[in-house]
């Protein structure tokens, strides 16, 4: 059953309240709800004038109830109640008609049941005020309830609204006009909106990208610090991919867009903080759990609560009895409302996404933080992950009398036809060289194998080997082998680094590679792993995962390629590199955009965290309705007699409020106190924090 | 029937069309995808 993502309550398919993100239907438990997350301003815009006239109602019929004796009060009374109760309290009553047509209780319906006993009793006693003798009026009691709960409710809203200004302000900074190239070449500014697939764009020096696309003019310097985490600025030329919401340092740049509004890099980070805050962590059903059997609790206790005092107040005699018997009901139906269990996981999933995201670090599987919390080994696909994921040539051979620039200028005649990361390796080579190359005609590359073609007349065959050493291409010559290209894969720059760091944490690290035993064997040593795995199929590196998961290992796979989804997807946690192919990050439960292996440790910390602030919160919440609920029920009566209940209903309402805004806080506190291990872990040579220790 | 809570999406499920057996106890899942995704790794959805 799919839950609301504004309040967390269980919301049946056969609603007809929903909407549609992106092709997912996303339901609400009321149009309050679903108002809340299309249009949250309207929402907030709303809020505040339910609130205003709370208060403007509430203070005065406080004052009259305390102060002021005079001919028809409890009538002036009701009218000044009216507004509060039907008005204000109205977001309370579509929340309660909707938990009753789905049958599972929320705050909304106890809030509801607390306020209306509580008017209705007044209006009787107004309307019979000897029908009861003794009776009071309380509409104080349920116009406060509902005055405080909402300013609770703002509050929290406002609170939310802050944490998740860190997804909205990545969209904020997308320009709003774009530099347009017509096809006759002039430039006109056009709206960002208007601009598709195809087009082609100018970004001025000092300006951000408004869409995705590739450099077809020009170079530039590009500021990727809001994407990436990172800095340093990356230089930019044609062939090059550009994101947007990054920044345009030093140069004019022409780029063909490639993807616009949602689909780009911004949007699709910007939806994926979004639902990672609706997301749920597996600690969450301990709250979802609780709620479901607390709300019939809560009215049960509430009923006997009344009844208890209405037998026993009229044994004893007192003319109270009807009195306190709705108060204490009212009391533990309002100190019971579960808003604050409701708020423990959102609210604390939604500040941990923006951190994560502030880190380059994307989470597209909130599921997934329980398990990342709980990792003991973190399993490395090499190339690509560990290492770079285009080789470097480390040497060149040449049989006979070949030279070696010549047999490099027709091998990269042949590879630049290819997208083939040893075929990249080679052109490259050859570009820094400055090496004339070929035209090739008859083209056909096997995967696996290797490519060939004619040059000059000549028939070209490149075959991609593993040696022992790394990646070999034999390059042959109408059949005669004219020598050969040595490739190795440059390790990715801080990788020793994050090793050093997760070690430190108390996780096992492995690697493994499709690549040669003495090629995987190098990797290993320079970083200090004695755990490897070469020579391993893509089916087989799932395996591998599953060992160790089977020997009680909760296993991290950190990957980059297609050959790596089946372990994404096997591993308790799948990670992939932001410069991963598609597939693979689809694969991922998180991404590291910033392609910096540190980001793990990172992601780590922020997962612990995260999880420990949700239990706390639970169990926070979860302590305090369940401590307060005897005190509401009379419990303190003998001590400070039946007195206290003309203020219980209010306190109530006021520790109800407390209680959420104390869960909000404690979950924005997360923030500093993450940021700062994760600054810690930015300095090379501190300690990091081993698991569970905090 | 008890609603059961499918390992994979934690989704509420009430009938048995899609189960699976492991470690002697039956899991329920929402859709055939659900069932595919455990079967392939079970170990990482019961602990």
Known sequence: MPTDPVCGMYVSEDSSIFTVVDGEKIYFCSKSCMQEYTSPDEREKSLRYRLAVAWIFSIPILLITYLLQFAYRDYVLLLLTLPVQFYSGYVFYQGAYMSIKSRSGNMDLLITIGTLTAFVFSLFITIFPRAIISASIYYDASAFIITLILTGNYVENSTKKRANRSASRLVDMIPATSHFITDAGTVEDRKTGEISVGDRILVKPGEMFPCDGKIYEGVTEVDQSVLTGEQEPVVKRVGDPVFSGTSNLNGSVRMEVSKTGRNTTVGQIYDMIRKAATGRAKVQKIADRFSAIFIPIVLTVAVISAIFWLIFLSYVGSPYSVEIAVLSFVSVVVIACPCAIGLAGPITMLISSSISSENGIVVKNAGSLDRLAKATRVVFDKTGTLTGSVPEISSITVSGSIKEDDLLAISASLEMNSNHPVAKAITNEAKRRHLILHECTGITETPGTGIEGVVDGNKITLTRSMEKSGSAVGIYVNGVKMGSIGLEYPLREGSKEAIGKLQSMGLSVSVLSGDSEAAVKDVAQILGLNDFHSGVFPGQKADIVKEYQQKGDYVIFVGDGINDTVALESADVGIAMGSGSDIARDSGDLIILSNDLNSIPKAIVIAEKTISKIRQNIFWAIGYNSALIPVAAGILVPAFGLGVYSVLPMLAALAMGFSSTTVVTNSILMKGRTEKILRDIRKTGVKMPVLGST | ?47
């Open chain 2, 1 to 47: 029937m008890a609603k059961n809570i499918d390992p994979v999406c934690g989704m509420k499920v009430s009938d048995a069309s899609f189960t699976s057996n492991y470690g002697g106890k039956t899991y329920y899942f929402c859709c055939e995808h659900c069932k595919q995704t455990f079967d392939q790794n079970p170990i990482k959805y019961t602990r």
